[in-house]
């Protein structure tokens, strides 16, 4: 009888061992956070203000100054812009939006700003403007009476559209940012370069945002010809983004400059704040324009391209309880922009119900690769095959 009961517990549990369902196979990597190799970058940065400075699309490389919040002058219509265009979408590289019909009280706004020497754009009672025209004033001559205009337009009036700037810099990240007007004349519409830099990076993302900045002169209806105020777009390969200045201000520039790097596109983005005139730049403006070219050169030389993996690259492992370190591949080679010490992140994704066998090249899962933001999936595949689990490792592992 004894004999009876452990025969049938021994085929029972080989029963079990070897139809019961095994864990499924699980991918780690082998590659550790690493950095852009190299010495930390010496930027030019100003000698006075406040400056920020990145890689569009990947992360800040750096700041300077004080970081306290300071006025931005016309640098805020940028926000403007955004918040604009974020209610009301322009689709497609010509589109112009709907009419905006101009009323006494912009006209009334033009010819206050006029009398106090603000930058405006002339408007007429009736005038039918798009919103893009609108936004081609506000950003390229820098119209103040547009900024309100466009408040007026979008919110129902100013206050009201300035609570909407003030919400999306919180969604922004800006903590150190205050909206107090759509055209940034008042001294209490305050940031910072890095706040700044956040907001410039967030705009470019809108097609029809930097197709504007990046114009050197726009036809409006009544006003006409108007030029674009930037007096570096085109050279440096800066394509924007928006002048500012005001005695309070000093000289305030956001740009954006294209480069080729290693046969790719990258765009430089920078925010200056509050530079002041010096013996060799006699105007706050200008002192914003050599500030801002010689913080770009001093970007270009520090910038790279590093081949992360290549094909065929072991960047893990497939792991299952009775076969480990099993090699993975990259398929293909990933190289990402960055500087000296931006870190470099890799993440594993598993492929869904992966398990025992495997044969050589057949998926595993994919490696997300990334630096900032900027982030490349390469799908990765077994190098050997992998065996199921024999008898005898079933036998044994209950």
Aim: aromatic share 4%; proline share 6%.
């Amino acid at each position: 009888m004894l004999a009876a009961v452990l025969l049938f517990a021994g085929a029972a549990y080989l029963a079990v061992a070897l139809l019961r369902t095994l864990p499924g196979a699980t991918v780690s990597t082998s590659l550790l956070h690493d950095r852009f190799r190299g010495r930390p970058p010496l930027l030019a940065w100003p000698r006075h203000g406040e400056a920020a400075v990145g890689i569009q699309g990947v992360a800040p490389i750096g700041s300077h100054g004080s970081n306290d919040p300071t006025p931005i002058a016309s640098v805020a219509k940028v926000m403007t812009a955004y918040v604009v265009l974020r209610d009301h979408r322009l689709r497609g590289g010509g589109a112009s939006g709907p009419d905006i019909t101009v009323n006494s009280g912009d006209v009334g706004v033009y010819r206050t700003d006029l009398a106090a020497g603000q930058s405006v754009v002339l408007v007429r009672a009736g005038e039918r403007i798009t919103e893009r025209q609108a936004l081609e004033g506000l950003l390229l001559p820098s119209g103040n009476n547009l900024a309100e205009l466009l408040a007026r337009w979008d919110a129902g009036s100013q206050a009201a559209f300035v609570a909407k700037m003030n919400a999306q810099a919180r969604t922004l990240g800006m903590s150190h940012t205050h909206y107090a007007d759509a055209s940034g004349v008042s001294v209490r519409t305050v940031s910072t370069a890095s706040d700044q830099l956040r907001v410039a990076m967030r705009a470019l993302e809108l097609p029809a945002f930097a197709q504007i900045v990046a114009m050197p002169q726009a036809t409006l209806p009544v006003a006409g010809r108007q030029y674009n105020l930037d007096g570096l777009l085109g050279k440096d390969g800066i394509v924007g983004i928006k002048t500012g200045s005001t005695s309070q201000a000093g000289g305030c520039f956001m740009f954006a400059a294209h480069e080729q790097l290693g046969g790719r596109p990258v765009t430089v983005v920078g925010t200056v704040l509050d530079q002041r005139p010096s013996g060799g730049q006699p105007t706050i403006i200008a002192a914003a324009f050599s500030a801002s070219t010689a913080l770009l050169a001093s970007v270009r030389p520090v910038l790279a391209t590093r081949e992360i993996v290549r094909r065929h690259t072991t960047v893990g492992w497939v792991d299952t309880p009775w076969s480990t370190r099993d090699p993975v591949a990259a398929t293909r080679p990933v190289r990402l922009v960055g500087w000296p010490g931006l870190r470099i992140h890799e993440t594993i994704v598993t492929a869904p119900h992966l398990a025992a066998p495997l044969s050589a090249g057949e998926t595993v899962g994919t490696a997300v690769l990334a630096a900032g933001d900027e982030r490349e999936t390469v799908r990765l595949v077994a190098t050997r095959p992998l065996p199921q689990a024999s008898t005898a490792w079933r036998v044994s592992h209950p």
